[in-house]
């Protein structure tokens, strides 16, 4: 997806074509985890230079923007995160921050390096799906989670999901198991699903819990990937915002005069460590 910063569109879909390759699948299919390192060029100027890559002939400016254009060819991925330079203090921490995003994508969350890298979650109060007068560039996607009768009866919770992003025909199918706490903590685990394996998991469907079906909005803000999930079934028109945050950087919601890593065109409440939010509590069927 890189090169595709450095080139025209037109150039870029003709390489596609030539390949016979499909963006949205070279995207969402290769990759589980995807982390992007912003430029030195924002926030750590003093650092950026052209004496140590002879490939290298950017400008301070045109680095911004190609760096803009590299984060903006993976908008979309699940599992997109980014490394800034603001949160770090120097390059070992941006190492550090590296090597926590795997962890945490790992669910290996017991595993420090670095300040603890944890998702935020918010309930979002006014927004309209519908509404595509949106400030920032955005892809929006189909969802649908389908949790499994759990064999094993030991705590853990296992689901398909459906992935289809609109105005395309590829669909991303996997497989996410949320396994049993040990120690307070919980790893989860993906794989990638062919049809027919999905087919089949989903007739083992739990009876007592609806699949959750959501509208998703992927963008990217401050350099940082967000999801804004407008639920249609169940608790249909509930809109959370989801996004990872590192928990030694500023998280504030507006007031106490911090800088709030939050879009401020969302009326937000955070909820990040309510149950009741949770998809796994969201999904039960009325008893």
Same mark, same amino acid.
């Given at each position: 997806?890189?090169?595709?910063?450095y080139?025209?569109s037109? /150039?870029w879909?003709k390489?596609?074509?030539?390949l016979?390759?499909?963006?949205?699948?070279?995207?969402?299919?290769?990759?589980?985890c995807?982390?992007?390192?912003?430029?030195?060029?924002?926030?750590?100027?003093q650092?950026?230079?052209?004496?140590?890559?002879?490939?290298?002939?950017? @400008?301070?400016?045109?680095?911004?923007?190609l760096?803009?254009?590299v984060?903006?060819a993976?908008?979309?991925?699940?599992?997109?995160?980014?490394?800034d330079?603001?949160?770090?203090?120097? &390059?070992q921490?941006?190492?550090?921050?590296? %090597?926590?995003?795997?962890l945490?994508?790992? @669910?290996? /969350?017991?595993? /420090?390096?670095?300040?603890?890298?944890?998702?935020?979650?918010?309930?979002?109060r @006014?927004?309209?799906?519908e509404?595509k007068? &949106?400030?920032?560039?955005y892809r929006?996607?189909?969802?649908?989670?389908t !949790?499994l009768?759990?064999?094993?009866?030991?705590?853990?919770?296992i689901?398909?999901?459906?992935?289809?992003?609109?105005?395309?025909s590829i669909?991303?199918?996997?497989v996410?198991t949320?396994?049993?706490?040990?120690?307070?903590?919980r790893?989860?685990?993906?794989?990638?699903?062919?049809?027919?394996?999905?087919?089949?998991?989903?007739?083992?469907?739990?009876?007592?819990?609806?699949?959750? @079906?959501?509208h998703?909005?992927?963008?990217l803000?401050?350099?940082?990937?967000?999801?804004?999930d407008t639920?249609?079934?169940p608790?249909?028109g509930l809109?959370?915002?989801e996004?990872?945050?590192?928990?030694?950087t500023?998280?504030?919601i507006?007031?106490?005069?911090?800088e709030?890593m939050?879009?401020?065109?969302?009326? %937000?409440?955070?909820?990040?460590n309510?149950?009741?939010?949770?998809? !796994?509590?969201?999904?039960?069927?009325?008893n």
């Amino acid at each position: 997806m890189d090169p595709s910063a450095y080139t025209d569109s037109a /150039t870029w879909h003709k390489i596609l074509s030539e390949l016979n390759l499909d963006e949205v699948d070279i995207r969402d299919n290769r990759y589980d985890c995807v982390v992007h390192l912003v430029t030195a060029a924002k926030g750590a100027e003093q650092f950026y230079t052209l004496e140590n890559n002879s490939a290298r002939t950017e @400008g301070l400016e045109l680095a911004r923007t190609l760096d803009d254009a590299v984060m903006k060819a993976w908008m979309g991925h699940s599992s997109l995160q980014v490394v800034d330079n603001f949160s770090v203090k120097n &390059f070992q921490e941006k190492k550090n921050r590296v %090597v926590q995003a795997v962890l945490s994508r790992l @669910g290996l /969350t017991e595993h /420090t390096v670095s300040g603890q890298i944890k998702k935020y979650k918010y309930v979002v109060r @006014g927004y309209k799906y519908e509404d595509k007068d &949106f400030p920032v560039d955005y892809r929006d996607f189909n969802v649908e989670h389908t !949790y499994l009768i759990d064999t094993r009866s030991d705590g853990s919770q296992i689901r398909v999901r459906r992935r289809e992003e609109a105005n395309s025909s590829i669909v991303h199918l996997n497989v996410v198991t949320r396994h049993a706490e040990i120690d307070g903590q919980r790893i989860e685990t993906r794989r990638t699903l062919a049809q027919r394996e999905y087919d089949f998991l989903r007739t083992q469907a739990d009876p007592t819990r609806h699949t959750v @079906g959501k509208h998703r909005r992927c963008f990217l803000w401050k350099d940082r990937s967000f999801q804004l999930d407008t639920f249609l079934k169940p608790h249909p028109g509930l809109v959370l915002l989801e996004t990872y945050l590192e928990s030694d950087t500023l998280s504030t919601i507006n007031g106490n005069g911090e800088e709030s890593m939050i879009p401020p065109w969302l009326d %937000v409440v955070e909820v990040t460590n309510d149950k009741k939010y949770s998809m !796994y509590e969201l999904s039960k069927k009325d008893n």
